[in-house]
């Protein structure tokens, strides 16, 4: 039975250079998606950090700045 890696080698042999061209930018985005998504899943909370940086405000203070 043949390997996906080699489905995909003998299906890139009939492929005319403008294709391959297409299939190289197509394979450096997977990777590139695969890499960074490695990276997002380590720390959920990496993903959120900084979003609520800065002083406190309480209750008030956010009605004020709302009415």
Request: hydrophobic content about 40%.
């Given at each position: 039975?043949?390997?996906?890696?080699?489905?995909?080698?003998?299906?890139?042999?009939?492929l005319?250079?403008?294709?391959?061209?297409?299939?190289?930018?197509?394979?450096?985005?997977?990777?590139?998606?695969s890499?960074?998504?490695?990276?997002?899943?380590?720390?959920?909370?990496?993903?959120?950090?900084?979003?609520?940086?800065?002083?406190?405000?309480?209750?008030?203070?956010?009605?004020?700045?709302?009415?």
């Open positions: 039975m043949e390997s996906v890696k080699e489905k995909i080698v003998d299906k890139l042999e009939s005319p250079e403008q294709a391959l061209q297409e299939v190289l930018i197509f394979v450096d985005f997977v990777a590139w998606r890499h960074h998504q490695a990276e997002d899943s380590s720390d959920p909370l990496l993903s959120v950090a900084g979003i609520l940086s800065g002083e406190p405000i309480s209750s008030e203070e956010i009605e004020t700045e709302l009415y």
